[in-house]
């Protein structure tokens, strides 16, 4: 059974910064992984992904910013967010891609960018 465990959200002013972290288990290969975010009343929109192959992809709003990155010895990713601004407030949820298997989702965490 593949579970998604993420951490690392909270509260933080702007300009600060936070790591997100996304620890699975139940897997042996993974396609792709990343992170999208919800805002209250908005759409879940993609943040970043990383293939197995190590490329990147982030949405320009978070370009410079945000980091993602793995470590396959502990099947996780990591989200490293910096320069935070209020509108990157939101829920975020980590996935990832695994082969014939289909898509997993985190249970999603806080983070909240506020003075």
């Known amino acids: 059974q593949v579970q998604l465990v993420e951490s690392g959200g909270g509260l933080v002013q702007p300009g600060g910064s936070l790591r997100l972290s996304c620890a699975a288990s139940g897997i042996f290969s993974v396609d792709a992984t990343g992170w999208y975010r919800q805002a209250p009343g908005k759409q879940r929109d993609l943040v970043a992904t990383?293939?197995?192959?190590?490329?990147?992809n982030y949405a320009d709003s978070v370009k410079g910013r945000f980091t993602i990155s793995g470590d396959n010895a502990k099947n996780t990713v990591y989200l490293q967010m910096n320069d935070l601004k209020p509108e990157d407030t939101a829920v975020y949820y980590c996935y990832l891609i695994v082969p014939r298997r289909g898509t997993y989702w985190g249970q999603g965490t806080q983070v909240t960018v506020s003075s």
């Open positions: 990383i293939t197995s192959g190590g490329d990147t």
